[in-house]
T-cell receptor
Framework: GAGVSQTPSNKVTEKGKYVELRCDPI?????LYWYRQSLGQGPEFLIY????????DSGLPNDRFFAVRPEGSVSTLKIQRTERGDSAVYLC???????????????FGPGTRLTVL | KNQVEQSPQSLIILEGKNCTLQ??????????LRWYKQDTGRGPVSLTI?????NTKSNGRYTATLDADTKQSSLHITASQLSDSASYIC??????????FGTGTRLQVFP
């Protein structure tokens, strides 16, 4: 596709359930990022992949959160035992290169709105 | 602490008017600063990226300024249009792979 896509666009789940959020980056982009955006706030960094490996997962809030990118393309963010505080928009971005120099623009997907009841 | 702060939090203007949004940052070391536009329900879209050596940069009706000495940036929107209604987010990278986002300025343009 032309841009970053994320599915589902909306996800409503009950407290304690497991959810998976999917990100399809722009073809050929080696770097992939996950962010979480709470209402009225800017996005917060969760995890960054360079290829198949998680280069930096320091933003994951706790061990209920996990992300994979097994083939270096599609990524899945997994949340176990969801809590109401996990409700937010989860954004994915991809970049043709790693790092945050001025040459490495990140292209964002539309996000998945997660609501935990 | 590495932070990005923006003001005002929200802004309402009439179509055709100009406006200026402010961004202050404390991120160090500094490499570049980015302004993003985020429409409701969409992901952020890059408007401009400014490096340390750039003082001003334009993208159509958007003009960004940067003062690396005072660690301030502004985004000026000229002749606003209804489609400019969105959140504008100032972003500064930290380390090699993290972006620190401001909370954004929510702009509403009314006819």
């Amino acid at each position: 596709g032309a841009g970053v896509s994320q599915t589902p666009s909306n996800k409503v789940t009950e407290k304690g359930k497991y959810v998976e959020l999917r990100c399809d980056p722009i073809s050929g982009h080696t770097a992939l990022y996950w962010y979480r955006q709470s209402l009225g706030q800017g996005p917060e960094f969760l995890i960054y992949f360079q290829g198949t490996g998680a280069a930096d997962d320091s933003g994951l809030p706790n061990d209920r959160f996990f992300a994979v990118r097994p083939e270096g393309s599609v990524s899945t963010l997994k949340i176990q035992r969801t809590e109401r505080g996990d409700s937010a928009v989860y954004l994915c971005a991809s970049s043709p290169n790693s790092g945050t120099s001025s040459y490495n623009e990140q292209f964002f997907g539309p996000g998945t709105r997660l609501t935990v009841l | 602490k590495n932070q990005v702060e923006q003001s005002p939090q929200s802004l309402i203007i009439l179509e055709g008017k100009n406006c200026t949004l402010q961004c202050n940052y404390t991120v160090s070391p500094f490499s570049n600063l980015r302004w993003y536009k985020q429409d409701t329900g969409r992901g952020p879209v890059s408007l401009t990226i400014m490096t340390f050596s750039e003082n001003t940069k334009s993208n159509g009706r958007y003009t960004a300024t940067l003062d690396a000495d005072t660690k301030q940036s502004s985004l000026h929107i000229t002749a606003s249009q209804l489609s400019d209604s969105a959140s504008y987010i100032c972003v500064v990278p930290y380390n090699t792979d993290k972006l620190i986002f401001g909370t954004g300025t929510r702009l509403q343009v009314f006819p």
